[in-house]
């Protein structure tokens, strides 16, 4: 135990931290103690007008525009699988064909987006992979 443990432990036991402000509720973390004073009301304003910071926008449309796109193809491919007899074989072929081409362009305009991104983020822990088309449409494809 350090020297500053003891006094602490001491004066938790005899009660002095019992009356304390705020307590029992949750700590006020929204406030960046590293962030310059002069901005921190901007920042608090913008936080709680629903503004974020551009690179977090991006990510969410990034994040937006494939769920789109997944659902898209994932709807094609319900289809090709349920395609009444009324259609011909190549009629269908084509469609998923079309449906596919389509959501390989999304693929690669996502890629470039990510790209873009990943140079904003502040850290590449917040980094998003780029996607592979093939690998996507096997895995929405697959049952």
């Given at each position: 135990?350090s020297d500053?443990?003891e006094?602490i432990?001491?004066?938790m036991?005899d009660g002095?931290?019992?009356n304390?402000p705020g307590?029992?509720?949750?700590l006020?973390?929204?406030?960046?103690?590293?962030?310059?004073?002069?901005?921190?009301?901007?920042?608090?304003i913008l936080k709680?007008s629903g503004?974020?910071l551009?690179w977090?926008?991006?990510?969410?449309e990034?994040?937006k525009?494939?769920?789109?796109?997944?659902?898209?193809?994932?709807r094609a491919?319900d289809?090709?699988?349920t395609a009444s007899?009324?259609?011909?074989?190549?009629q269908?072929?084509q469609?998923?064909?079309?449906?596919m081409k389509?959501?390989q362009?999304?693929?690669t305009?996502?890629?470039?987006?990510?790209?873009d991104?990943?140079?904003?983020?502040?850290s590449?822990r917040f980094?998003?992979?780029v996607l592979n088309?093939?690998?996507e449409?096997a895995?929405?494809?697959s049952?």
């Open positions: 135990m500053i443990d006094p432990k001491k004066a036991q002095q931290f019992d304390l307590k029992g509720k949750p006020n973390l929204d406030d960046d103690p590293f962030a310059d004073p002069e901005w921190q009301l901007a920042h608090h709680n503004f974020v551009p977090i926008e991006a990510r969410q990034i994040e525009d494939l769920a789109e796109a997944r659902a898209e193809l994932k491919w289809w090709k699988q007899q009324k259609t011909l074989p190549a269908i072929e469609q998923w064909q079309q449906s389509i959501f362009e999304k693929i305009a996502l890629n470039k987006r990510i790209r991104y990943n140079l904003q983020a502040p590449d980094h998003l992979f088309s093939d690998k449409i895995s929405l494809t049952d």
